[in-house]
């Protein structure tokens, strides 16, 4: 499992969650400090990574505007064998990207294909936190996820 977060927030969470249900995780920024990855650009085993951490924002925008960080992981995640779900988050309002969906799909569809190529299935779990009053639309980024393959939970947890 690996979860590409554009924020440190719910890459948190998701590892608070995970250590409850037994899931021991790797990452940039890990809750367990034993699990720090040598080098945030490489996963390991299960995997949290905080996009937005500056190892990945130096001299950059963030994550939440500019998706070119996250697409490339994704890609790159995808050839894993070892791989077989990714989890996404998607950050809707005012100072994220306009339409993160339209970056994100292509990019799940692409890495759902190298999966099947490599005759193996690849689950990508995505959340979108914002509201119908979001410039992007929550219920049209949700739409334009699933139609990309994508299951769209209803939360982050």
Known sequence: MRALYSGGTFCSEAQA?????????WSNVPLDKTRLLEDPHSSLESSAIDLGDDAFTVGKPHPMIDHSTRVARIL???TDPAVGV???DVVLGYGSHDDPAAILAPAI?????LAADADRH?????FVCGTDEDPQRLPAQQQMLRDA???VAPSST
């Not at 969650?17 to 995780?25: E, K, T, Y």
């Not at 690849?122 to 995505?126: A, P, R």
């Open 17 to 25: 969650i995970w250590r409850a249900q037994g899931i021991v995780a």
């Open 76 to 78: 790159e995640e995808a």
């Open 86 to 88: 990714l989890l996404l």
């Open 109 to 113: 569809r692409s890495a759902r294909q």
């Open 122 to 126: 690849l689950s990508v779990v995505t």
């Open 149 to 151: 393959g994508a299951l």
